[in-house]
């Protein structure tokens, strides 16, 4: 008996999409993730990102759009650390953290000297952990 595809199937999907670059199928399974989930920032963002992976520049714009004609707002970026026992929440661009000045003293010192190694990393693999974790926080 055929069943249904659910929304962990065609998640699966449009990850295997982000993976090998095919923004036809990637399309149309977020299409598909998107009728049983219109809301979710996530979907949007990991399509975004595979088509820009791919510079696919109008299909960017496109799902930008939709965000915007939906009134679908990204759901900020997140990153939990523990030290010493004690967690520590990060949000992008956040500058509650009473240590933040410190922090981002620190973010700079550590890019400024991977600048003088000359070991700059490669920013398209931050762009699609970025997605990744955008689709698998906002699930």
Request: charged residues 25%; aromatic residues 8%; proline residues 4%.
């Amino acid at each position: 008996m055929p069943m249904k595809a659910s929304i962990a199937a065609w998640g699966a999907l449009l990850d295997a999409c982000r993976r090998h670059g095919n923004v036809e199928v990637a399309k149309l399974s977020a299409f598909k993730l998107l009728d049983l989930d219109p809301e979710d920032s996530g979907i949007y963002s990991l399509l975004a990102n595979i088509c820009a992976h791919e510079r696919r520049w109008g299909d960017v714009r496109m799902v930008r759009s939709m965000m915007r004609e939906r009134g679908v707002k990204k759901t900020p970026g997140c990153s939990l650390i523990e030290v010493e026992g004690k967690f520590y929440e990060f949000l992008v661009a956040d500058g509650s953290h009473p240590q933040s000045e410190e922090i981002y003293r620190v973010l700079n010192e550590i890019f400024l000297l991977s600048k003088l190694e000359d070991s700059v990393p490669d920013t398209a693999q931050f762009m699609n952990l970025n997605a990744y974790c955008d689709a698998f926080l906002t699930n």
